[in-house]
């Protein structure tokens, strides 16, 4: 089931998108549930995550580019789509990654490829995507190449996510999150500590682990001999993928 939000000023807006996405949802073989706002503090309170957003720009009391940021802050990984007619904000839409945007008056067709898009990007990346639970109870969708480490928190069962972007205290903890990483490229070379192995810079031997943000992490005797295989292993293959890109 796709959850798919659209927040606009305009009941007619609206409608027309939602009854488009019901009519072409079969076509992609796809189970969706729309959710419609005119009310922005609706959808900021709704506390539902959404796989897709279709806003305005201008919106009643907000710039849709701002509460594109709002919306980035709990959910960094939800898809955003512009309906708009004013193409001068689209430079501004793209600096919060927006998904796409739909040039008003938009057609069926124009939702259709927005949707088909968005379901092979889906696709494409799903495998590569970690879910974690912060302390407000809402779930957060991680990619694994964008996560640094993860680090003990500095209460009981918290833990921090050290990202690219930002930082995020979760629920967890770190012997558990570890063995549901058997699909990515993480090692636990301290007991309070999980790295990427594909985001580290350095390391010394039997001491200490230096991440690309020049953080350091230290790095356990009795687990150093299987950190350097592991990692000597992702490296050797980072390498063959950068020297055979059409492999790839």
Known sequence: MYRIAICYNQDQIINEISKTLYEIAPKFKV??????YTDVNELLNSHIRYNLIFLGIKL????????AMEIRKTDPQVQIVYVTKYLSYLREAY???AFDYIQRPFKKEDISRVLEDYLKFVNFIKEDVIKFRQLNGREVLLYADNIIYISCGTKKREVIVI?????????????EIYSELNNFDFF?????????LSQIKTYIKNE??????????????????EFEIKYKRKMNEYN???NNPALV
Do not use: W
């Not at 189970?31 to 419609?36: A, G």
């Open 95 to 97: 600096k919060i990654h």
């Open 31 to 36: 189970e969706i549930q729309v959710f419609t």
């Open 163 to 175: 990202t690219k972007d930002k930082d995020y205290t979760c629920k967890g903890v770190i012997s």
């Open 60 to 67: 009643k009391g907000v710039n849709g580019i701002n509460l």
């Open 240 to 242: 063959y993928e950068q």
């Open 188 to 196: 636990i070379p301290h007991r309070s500590h999980i790295v990427n």
């Open 208 to 225: 200490k682990i230096f991440m690309i943000n020049d953080d350091e992490i230290p790095l356990a005797k009795g687990r150093s001999k």
